[in-house]
């Protein structure tokens, strides 16, 4: 039986594994980075997994082969990170797709009447015309990428920012991502929390974590809210 409809005020979305599919170009621009290094190429379910915790840390974890490499504290080598920066701005959307539902999805949460933001790890410098190329950009009413404030997912300091923008409480808005981040940023920003299961999530199920509903798509997210 379906649960009641969720009221919200505002609905963020995050980015990579949940509104996009940009796993083959960050593939793209880590291997191209590894030629450059010298080094063998990486397999793209690899990639996968490291996406998530922003562009540093993807590279770190590219370099070392681990998922812990993301974990202690330092800053990955800046001759890695400049040349993975330079091959994801060209890769960047070429080969990203809308996952499936996203744009049906977009377009009910708009007809809703629903404010709409992207709360992403991802720089903002690749952010914007990532969301430009792939026609997604027109729906948001406010971006706020990994590098714009002080502390990035899972710290709820974009939701709680993003929330004042649209000038709605924390409490009236619905996160919707795919990851174990999303998850406690939307938990510690007081936000309602869907999770998705087709993302990215460090290899792990969504499952797994306690929110207020796994949903198959950004449509049947939007099937379950009504505007508070
Ligand atoms: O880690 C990244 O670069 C982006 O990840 P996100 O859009 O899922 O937050
Ligand atoms: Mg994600």
């Known amino acids: 039986m379906m649960p009641p409809p969720l009221a919200v005020r505002a609905v963020l979305i995050d980015l990579d594994g949940t509104l996009l599919d940009t796993v083959l170009d960050l593939h793209a621009a880590a291997n191209a980075m590894l030629d450059d290094l010298g080094r063998p190429g990486i397999a793209v379910e690899s990639i996968r997994s490291y996406v998530g915790r922003g562009i540093a840390n993807l590279v770190k974890r590219v370099l ?6 993301a974990d202690d504290g330092t800053p990955p080598p800046a001759d890695a990170l400049a040349s993975f920066k330079r091959h994801y701005s060209i890769e960047n959307g070429r080969n990203a797709t809308l996952f499936p539902g996203v744009r049906e999805g977009l377009d009910a949460l708009q007809a809703l009447g629903l404010p709409l933001g992207v709360i992403t790890n991802k720089a903002e ?11 997604l950009y027109p729906y948001f009413d406010v971006i706020v990428s990994g590098d714009v404030l002080p502390r990035p997912k899972p710290d709820p300091m974009p939701l709680l920012w993003a929330s004042g923008r649209l000038a709605v409480s924390p409490l009236d808005v619905l996160m919707i991502g795919d990851s174990v981040h999303d998850f406690h940023a939307g ?9 998705v299961p087709y993302g990215y999530n460090e290899g792990r199920d969504v499952r797994e974590l306690a929110c207020d509903g796994i949903v198959a798509s950004l449509a049947e997210a939007a099937e379950r809210l009504v505007h508070a």
């Open 64 to 69: 070392a082969g681990s998922m812990a490499a």
């Open 125 to 135: 410098a690749f952010t914007l015309p990532l969301l430009q190329r792939t026609g």
């Open 187 to 195: 938990r510690a920003a007081g936000c309602h929390v869907f999770l």
